[in-house]
T-cell receptor, first 112, second 114 residues
Framework: SQQGEEDPQALSIQEGENATMNCSYK?????LQWYRQNSGRGLVHLIL?????REKHSGRLRVTLDTSKKSSSLLITASRAADTASYFC????????????FGAGTTVTVRA | DAGVIQSPRHEVTEMGQEVTLRCKPI?????LFWYRQTMMRGLELLIY????????DSGMPEDRFSAKMPNASFSTLKIQPSEPRDSAVYFC????????????FGPGTRLTVL
């Protein structure tokens, strides 16, 4: 079952703008990860944030985690056409060793 | 490293036929996962292995599905007999083990059952 749910389902922005997507989950977690999937390809790991962390940066990516609200956000700054993809959050629940539960994803389209 | 390798990349078969999907994980990775992705159900974990041993197969939809990992460098997912509702993209992923939470995905096998 999908524990994480992304919002919005789809997002269309202009190149250079920022893209923000959110993920909500239901149970306590060890960590939360974000993955990207380009059309017709496998998922690629972007960033991981642990339950005791509140914010993490990696290049143009910024992830926040609010465990009290059971939510996370992914911000992509200065978007590029190459950022066009689907983005998934994945949670590693404390009760499920080594299993990741993926959300339905947010499809991001960056217009040139 | 070549990453996770899956074959075939595309498979078209007729209902009732046996389908075998193959996966070669990244060398040195102790965990292997099989996922199925559909528009309706998203990405679902089917089964995962640790050191070639199946740990959790609760996501395997029916007895028609079976998975094996005869050695550390090879795994198969078999569907017998196949049905149209099995049409999906099947991903294999591997993970290094304790201390590393990142899963590395293969390119997937797009299965179409007519």
């Amino acid at each position: 079952s999908q524990q994480g749910e992304e919002d919005p389902q789809a997002l269309s922005i202009q190149e250079g703008e920022n893209a923000t997507m959110n993920c909500s989950y239901k149970t306590s977690i060890n960590n939360l990860q974000w993955y990207r999937q380009n059309s017709g390809r496998g998922l690629v790991h972007l960033i991981l944030i642990r339950s005791n962390e509140r914010e993490k940066h990696s290049g143009r990516l910024r992830v926040t985690l609010d465990t009290s609200k059971k939510s996370s956000s992914l911000l992509i700054t200065a978007s590029r056409a190459a950022d066009t993809a689907s983005y998934f959050c994945a949670t590693d629940a404390r009760s499920n060793d080594y299993k990741l539960s993926f959300g339905a994803g947010t499809t991001v389209t960056v217009r040139a | 490293d070549a990453g996770v390798i899956q074959s075939p990349r595309h498979e078209v078969t007729e209902m009732g036929q046996e389908v075998t999907l193959r996966c070669k994980p990244i060398s040195g990775h102790d965990y292997l996962f099989w996922y199925r992705q559909t528009m309706m159900r998203g990405l679902e974990l089917l089964i995962y292995f640790n050191n070639n041993v199946p740990i959790d197969d609760s996501g395997m939809p029916e007895d028609r599905f079976s998975a094996k990992m005869p050695n550390a460098s090879f795994s198969t997912l078999k569907i017998q007999p196949s049905e149209p509702r099995d049409s999906a993209v099947y991903f294999c992923a591997s993970r290094q083990g304790a201390g590393s939470d990142t899963q590395y995905f293969g390119p997937g096998t797009r299965l179409t059952v007519l």
